[in-house]
């Protein structure tokens, strides 16, 4: 591997809270180590285009505490064929860009695994979406943050479903993975979870609502956006159809999910990968994702990250303290 003086940094996919924190420390760490960096806007598709800046410190100052990215983010269908990839590895040699750091999720990676074994280029990732659905990483960055907008919407819902003895029924996002709904609807103290690991039909729901607790002012139910039940609209009016008697509301929290400051877990963890991830393409690491498992940070290959449902992250222990708990 030639020695690196210029490394490009993007992100990528869906953006998550901690995303700039993740920047602002590849950009710092960087010129610790006397580099360059390059700024590439719009992900994958800036590759392509060559939307490329310098930056130093200055550029970084101030994003710690914001939401999103400040270099934007896109998805690319060009760099999914060869040809695509091919124009953004031509463009990387021609601005002198000797590696990448790619912060996002599982499609993020799928296309850093790809380009990078094309190509031989030097590519680290760092675990950015608000799902947790990634293996190598405890935690990814955003979702802390996620999961505490979810208890704090909910909250301000249960106030409204006790003072109207209302059953609430909160969709939250998670498509192939229902971490979000889990950690948030134990915080909230939901009636029930359904999430696409526990495999929990609407029978079921019925069931546990039928031979749940009759006196209680309020219930809510969190529905991950991915559950096999077809999301909170259709959980909804199945229960207005056995449960006549039942004052029924939905509430979409969508892309609220997604924004916002980020948590100070999301900073900190978003600090330590973005260093790490500097002074692993230092060490000559590459085609690898910088994740942190039991505080210490490890590097898996993209291969072994990228899409699942994440069963380990979902054990029967969890299910079991949703089912204690619902009572």
């Known amino acids: 591997m030639q020695k ?19 920047i602002r420390a590849v950009v710092r760490a960087s010129l610790y180590h006397n580099l360059k960096v390059t700024g590439i806007l719009r992900g994958y598709e ?46 990387l040699i021609e601005s002198d860009i000797d590696a990448l750091v790619v912060i996002g999720g599982d499609g993020t990676f799928i296309g850093a695994d790809t380009f990078c074994k094309e190509f031989d280029f030097p590519v680290i990732g760092i675990p950015s979406t608000i799902d947790n659905d990634l293996e190598g990483t405890d935690f990814t960055i955003g979702y802390d943050t996620a999961i505490n907008t979810v208890v704090n919407a909910v909250d301000k819902i249960r106030d409204t479903a006790e003072s109207h003895d209302r059953l609430f029924i909160v969709e939250v996002m998670g498509r192939d993975s229902g971490l979000i709904a889990l950690r948030s609807g134990i915080g909230v103290g ?52 056995k449960f006549p008697q039942y004052d029924i509301r939905i509430s979409v929290l969508g892309h609220i999910q997604r924004g916002g400051k980020p948590s100070c877990m999301d900073r900190v963890l978003a600090s330590r990968l973005g260093v790490a991830a500097v002074e692993a393409l230092l ?45």
């Open 46 to 91: 800036g590759l392509i285009q060559a939307d490329f800046f310098p930056m130093d410190g200055k550029s970084v100052a101030n994003i710690i505490q914001r939401g999103g990215t400040i270099l934007k983010t896109a998805r690319c269908d060009l760099f999914r064929t060869k040809e695509g990839r091919a124009i953004a590895h031509k463009n």
């Open 283 to 327: 060490e000559g690491k590459t085609n690898v994702m910088a994740g942190q498992i039991n505080r210490e940070i490890v590097f898996t290959p993209f291969s072994q990250t990228i899409k699942h449902i994440d069963a380990a992250k979902v054990t029967p222990a969890w299910l079991k303290l949703l089912e204690i708990l619902s009572m």
């Open 190 to 241: 939901a009636e029930a979870i359904m999430i696409p690991e526990a495999k929990m039909g609407v029978e079921d729901l019925v069931t546990r609502i039928a031979t749940g607790r009759k006196d209680k002012a309020s219930k809510i139910i969190i529905v991950s956006e991915g559950d096999e039940a077809g999301g909170a609209y259709n959980v909804g009016e199945a229960l207005k159809e």
């Open 4 to 22: 690196i003086k210029n490394i490009g940094v993007l992100t990528s996919g869906g953006d998550s809270p901690g995303m700039n924190a993740a």
